[in-house]
Structures are given as structure tokens and as C-alpha cells.
């Protein structure tokens, strides 16, 4: 019936496709001179409440139980959370591991409609920054490259890497839903 109303299932992410990654980073590395900065973030609405803040701690405990450097935790300008993990040398696997358990942590605790999206992010030659989104409720990914300059993109960057990886993560096939993450964690200099 739902069918017939014009109503389509939500897709459902798949968080295990962030493993696929370190493989992805790889084929950016050789033929883009792409590197991963070892840096990623996970961006959701914190609600209110007593429930939703004891979850966060132990989640932070939880990633900074390792002795690695500590989750950081920030806010945007539009109201948004991010919780931000780091890897000194950059090592994309653990930082996939760690977003990856963030993400299931509040899917699992019945937040999973707060979580926006998780990123990572990538330099190159000539100051090119670039992060892989992974939007949460599209289960995708999509490549955003801030340009030097204000709030100006670098869409040949963003192309490229999307021709570049077909096959090798599920991508986000509507542009319009490649949204700027201006000043994400990631892009800021360490």
C-alpha cells in the first residue's frame, strides 16, 4: 500500500560500509596524491535530557580509554554536536573504528535520528583539503573540498574523487545532497 501512496522506505544506513575506507584512501592516495590526515568527526543534534548526556560520557570514555588523544567535543553555529577523534601518526583504520563506535553507540541507545553524518578528511599537493562524508541517513558518501577563498568549494576536486571511487563506497548520487560542512572539525590547522 505504501508503494501506491508514493511512500518509499527510508533507506537504512549501513555503518559497516564505513570499513570500507582504508581501501577507498588507497586508491586516493595513488591516483590523486590524496593523504588521510588521520582525523574524523561525527556530527549529531544532542536532545535534552539526562539520558542522551550519560551516553556521550561513556562514549568519550570509552574512546579515550585507549590512551590516544583525547575525543575532543565541540559545537557549530547551527546548533550541531561533533565529536572529533585524532591519530598521531594518522591512521585512517583506527579512526574508522573509532567513528564507527560512536555511531553504533547512540544507534544502539536509540539516538540513531540525532546522527547527522561522520566525516574524514584528506590533504594533497597545493593545500587541498577534502573530507568523505558519510550522510547517515542516506547510508552514502560524498566528497566535500573546501577552496581556499570564503566559503568557495573546489568542485573538480569533489568530481574526481567521486569518478575515482565508484564501486569502491556507496556514493551519493544526488549533488544536491553534497551539503557544505563549512569550518567542519578536520579542516582547521592542528
Not at 21 to 36: C, K, R
Not at 58 to 71: T, Y
Not at 107 to 112: E, L, R
Not at 144 to 173: C, H, I, M, S, W
Amino acid at each position: 500500500m505504501d508503494a501506491l501512496r508514493g511512500r518509499r522506505e527510508p533507506v537504512r544506513p549501513n555503518l559497516d560500509s564505513l570499513f570500507a575506507l582504508p581501501s577507498a584512501a588507497i586508491t586516493m592516495q595513488i591516483d590523486l596524491g590524496l593523504m588521510p590526515t588521520g582525523v574524523g568527526a561525527v556530527c549529531f543534534r544532542a536532545p535534552e535530557g539526562k539520558a542522551f548526556s550519560e551516553l556521550e560520557k561513556e562514549v568519550r570514555d570509552l574512546l579515550d580509554a585507549d590512551g590516544g588523544p583525547k575525543v575532543q567535543a565541540s559545537a557549530d553555529e547551527f546548533g550541531y554536536d561533533w565529536l572529533t577523534v585524532r591519530s598521531d601518526p594518522p591512521d585512517l583504520s583506527s579512526v574508522v573504528t573509532d567513528t564507527h563506535a560512536v555511531n553504533t553507540s547512540l544507534v544502539q541507545a536509540g539516538f540513531g535520528p540525532q546522527l547527522l553524518c561522520s566525516l574524514f578528511t584528506f590533504t594533497g599537493s597545493e593545500s587541498e583539503k577534502i573530507a568523505l562524508v558519510y550522510l547517515f541517513k542516506r547510508g552514502t558518501f560524498y566528497p566535500f573540498a573546501p577552496a581556499p577563498g570564503d566559503k568557495v568549494r573546489n568542485n573538480v576536486l569533489e568530481l574526481r574523487v567521486r569518478d575515482k571511487l565508484q564501486g569502491e563506497l556507496p556514493l551519493e548520487a544526488d549533488l544536491s545532497r553534497w551539503f557544505a560542512l563549512w569550518d567542519a572539525p578536520g579542516f582547521e590547522t592542528p
